[in-house]
């Protein structure tokens, strides 16, 4: 590239879009929470394939017909041929039965109904074991990101994850989409992918920066600039090709995976962002600090 991006000179700009999302996300999850699927909560999912055109209130009348009077429902599929229902009973195959009997009266024979079951005991297994993974990942990078560049680097570089992982989840909470395992799922490729890309970055600093020693705050964000710049196109490209297989899931890959691919995308493209805007800006800050209170700790010691 031929043109230059100050970066570092709009540092002030890129934590002013983050914290904004960030705490519209952050409201979001304290007044609406996040929808949970049956992974994370006590219940049985539904998945009724009616094969046909159908009406919703309809069928939730069918619903409300074997006894669950608000029906949590909703279409889907390509052109809308299934329902999905769900509820915090944990069903037995008789009640799954009598679901299957009802659409299959209504809609004919070609009705195929599949279940989900989750119990509490598992639910909370399931909520516990996707912490400690995520914080497992966590404390993995800070150890290797410390071991092979320094702690200064650790830290932004995990800043930036739990940034990404913080605006995935406040969309989805903001839109109320699906939470469940496969979310989890993609968090996790998110938060791999994300540091990879933050790890190439920093390499790059560091290399610069044994190369230039800077002094001086303009020497340093000259550093930083140059650092992110001769890595730009290949993060650009490497994340472009990421997304367009996440999209091509999104829209081509099924309702099972269709949140899958979309916390992806939100993933993947504010990865990229965190890692040029947020990571490589908050490293700057602090090492620069940090410079500053040696030499005043020498000037003191002299």
């Avoid at 017909?65 to 949590?72: A, E, F, H, R, V």
């Avoid at 989805?172 to 994300?194: H, M, R």
């Avoid at 269709?258 to 947020?278: D, E, Q």
Wanted: charged letters at 20%; aromatic letters at 12%; a neutral charge.
């Amino acid at each position: 590239m031929n043109f230059k991006l100050d970066f570092v000179g709009h540092r002030r700009g890129f934590f002013i879009f983050s914290g904004v999302i960030l705490i519209l996300g952050i409201l979001s999850l304290l007044f609406q929470g996040l929808n949970l699927g049956v992974d994370f909560v006590s219940g049985t999912r539904v998945d009724i394939k009616i094969n046909q055109s159908y009406d919703l209130e309809e069928a939730k009348g069918h619903l409300k017909k074997l006894g669950y009077p608000s029906p949590d429902a909703s279409r889907a599929g390509d052109k809308n041929e299934w329902l999905i229902f769900q509820t915090n009973q944990v069903l037995d195959h008789q009640d799954v039965g009598k679901i299957r009997e009802e659409f299959r009266s209504s809609y004919g024979d070609q009705v195929d109904v599949n279940e989900q079951k989750v119990d509490p005991i598992v639910g909370r297994e399931l909520v516990k074991n996707a912490i400690i993974a995520l914080l497992i990942a966590f404390l993995g990078m800070i150890l290797y990101v410390s071991f092979r560049f320094e702690y200064r680097m650790a830290v932004p570089a995990v800043l930036a994850l739990i940034h990404n992982v913080l605006v995935v989840t406040g969309f989805f909470s903001i839109f109320q989409w699906e939470v469940d395992l496969v979310y989890i799922a993609a968090i996790l490729t998110i938060v791999g992918y994300t540091i990879n890309d933050t790890i190439v970055i920093f390499d790059r600093i560091r290399e610069n920066m044994d190369l230039e020693k800077p002094k001086t705050w303009e020497d340093f964000s000259k550093t930083v600039n140059e650092s992110i710049q001769q890595t730009l196109v290949r993060s650009i490209n490497t994340s472009l090709t990421v997304v367009f297989a996440a999209l091509s899931l999104f829209l081509l890959g099924g309702e099972s995976i269709r949140y899958f691919s979309l916390a992806l995308l939100i993933g993947l493209i504010f990865g990229a962002y965190s890692s040029i805007c947020i990571a490589s800006q908050i490293w700057i800050g602090w090492k620069w600090k940090s410079m500053e209170k040696s030499k005043l700790k020498a000037q003191t010691a002299e």
